[in-house]
């Protein structure tokens, strides 16, 4: 069985989304905080996690007091990862560099549809230009 996209939790938004992908699109972000880093670890509305989950935060749904994951096991970074703002993004094509290279130099492990949204995102995104503390883990403790 070869490895398609989903391994590299590619996403595109329902409609039309310009946050698509950023914390305050995220049903676990509420003003600042998230609910699985916990109330210690302050989550700007423009960062980014592996965790995202796309919808609105339900104040019915009871906050975690305790952390779930730390941000270096989310992977949170201070920076937009749609792929628009990615280093391997082909914008006149709108396909990902980074899977075709996988399907041309693996074709017997990969089968990754180059073919991406520009406001798509995926956790191998990188940073197409330095933007504050772009690339690294936010250590926000």
Known sequence: MKITRDAFLYMEPEGDQEDFGQCS?????????????????????????GLFVPGTYD???????????????????DRQVRCENCAYFEADESEC???????????????????VKPDGCCNAQVPREPQGRVGATLEKM
Not at 25 to 49: A, K, Y
Not at 59 to 77: D, F, I, N, R, Y
């Open 97 to 115: 560099e980074l899977f075709e290279t996988l399907n041309e130099c693996h074709p017997d492990m990969f089968l990754l549809d180059p073919n």
């Open 59 to 77: 104040p019915s749904e009871k906050k975690h007091s305790q952390p779930s994951v730390t941000p270096a096991e989310s992977g949170l970074v």
């Open 25 to 49: 699109s995220c049903r676990m972000f509420l003003r600042g905080t998230c609910s699985l880093h916990g109330q210690n670890i302050p989550v700007d509305d423009d960062d980014s996690c």
